[in-house]
């Protein structure tokens, strides 16, 4: 088989709109293509011995790779961003391009590429070892077109294994401990376990926070004044405070309710419904003198870590009119919940009176607060 000289890698990173082109041109000279997709967060061996397989399948190899925002390994992942996991990719002279997935599973770049073949890992080999259970509609859209799925062999290892125990996110006693949790207890036992709790009522308590993330890199010039100086790329809003961790919550619970405060004059809120689950009964007390917390960070492109915040919040104290509407609504409800979750960031939300009424009227009282 006959390859095709491999460009350089900044053009073998492209869009979907470029790799429907690319690939519309690669079928139109006759020539077969592999498709490869996953985080590739730590490259290690096995995916070596993958891609040379997947490259040996056919004349073109794409990798796709799911975007940051899409990653559900766990907190801290994925360690690298999209951009220097793209461009890692693509200085591998086997790869011949490179694209990221704004999307969660690979079926919507399978149907795009209609790659002759599916690669995966032989980890992969058995439906029943892939606890998201993506393997099955991946093959369901590769067959929809004829395509193949291939299973590669060679030295298989987890890059999550390999992240935990070489990068963890947590410190040394917490991970002591999930080292010895997970010895003591396993898959099926934890299963039981949020099978007990799937029947509860959560209520959860404190201040809805909007986190605005705006992506930069640092100019290779200095500027006049004594000062960083950053390029600006793109923002990104997303539900932070209780809206989080009440999308967490409805993974689990029977319900999910939030009493929470927001500024009355909030354009940025309603624009993320798509992002708060829909399962959340969310009762927003509003607050004329105050914006909804706003929290914005700058953040590093190259190294994924934040370089600036700023905030924008009310110092001053509740009003009492609205420390009163919550206070009134917790009480009415409070009695309906199992579990009740006080999330307190530090912006004014908890009063003596709400607090006196939640440790004295919750059936089981769950406390998060910030160091501030």
């Known amino acids: 088989m006959m390859k095709i000289k491999k460009r350089d890698e900044v053009n073998k990173i492209c869009s979907e709109i470029e790799i429907a082109k690319f690939v519309t041109e690669i079928r139109e000279s006759g020539r077969s293509i592999a498709l490869c997709h996953g985080v590739f967060d730590l490259l290690h061996p096995g995916h070596f011995q993958h891609f040379k397989e997947a490259s040996d399948l056919s004349d073109i190899l794409v ?3 799911t975007a940051d925002a899409f990653v559900n390994k766990g907190p801290g992942r994925p360690i690298f961003s999209q951009e220097i996991r793209a461009k890692t ?5 086997m790869v011949d391009y490179v694209i990221v997935s704004d999307n969660s599973t690979a079926e919507k770049v399978i149907h795009l590429i209609k790659p002759d073949y599916y690669v995966k890992g032989s980890d992969y080999l058995s439906p029943k070892d892939d606890v998201t259970g993506m393997i099955m509609k991946e093959r369901s859209a590769v067959e929809s077109y004829g395509g193949e ?3 590669t062999g060679g030295l298989t290892s987890s890059s ?11 410190d040394a006693p917490t ?5 010895e949790f997970k010895g003591a207890h396993g898959y099926e036992a934890v299963l039981n376990s949020l099978e007990r709790i799937s029947n509860l009522k959560v209520l959860i308590l404190g201040e809805t926070i909007i986190d605005q993330y705006t992506f930069c890199s640092p100019l290779s010039k200095s500027s006049k004044d004594p000062i960083l100086a950053f390029h600006q790329h ?4 997303f539900p932070g405070g209780v809206l989080a961790i009440a999308n967490s919550s409805c993974a689990w619970a029977s319900k999910t309710k939030v009493i929470t ?3 009355t004059e909030d354009k940025i809120l309603p624009t993320l419904i798509d992002k708060i689950d829909s399962n959340i009964d969310c009762e927003y007390i509003l607050a004329d003198d105050r914006p909804t917390i706003l ?3 700058y953040v590093d492109v190259a190294s994924n870590t934040r370089v600036f915040e700023y905030y924008d919040f009310s110092n001053l104290e509740l009003a009492k009119e609205i420390s009163n509407k919550l206070l009134s609504s917790i009480s009415t409800q409070i009695g309906h919940f199992d579990l009740v979750v006080a999330a307190d960031y530090g912006h004014g939300y908890f009063s003596n009176s709400i607090i006196s009424l939640i440790e004295t009227k919750s059936k089981f009282l769950g406390i998060n607060t910030q160091a501030n």
């Open 234 to 237: 793109d923002t990104s809003y």
């Open 63 to 65: 990798v796709s790779i």
């Open 261 to 263: 405060f927001s500024g």
């Open 295 to 297: 929290k914005h960070r």
């Open 89 to 93: 990719l693509a200085s591998l002279e």
């Open 149 to 151: 799925i291939h299973f």
């Open 175 to 179: 991970q002591k401990w999930l080292n």
């Open 160 to 170: 999550s294994s390999l992240i935990n125990r070489y990068y963890p996110s947590v």
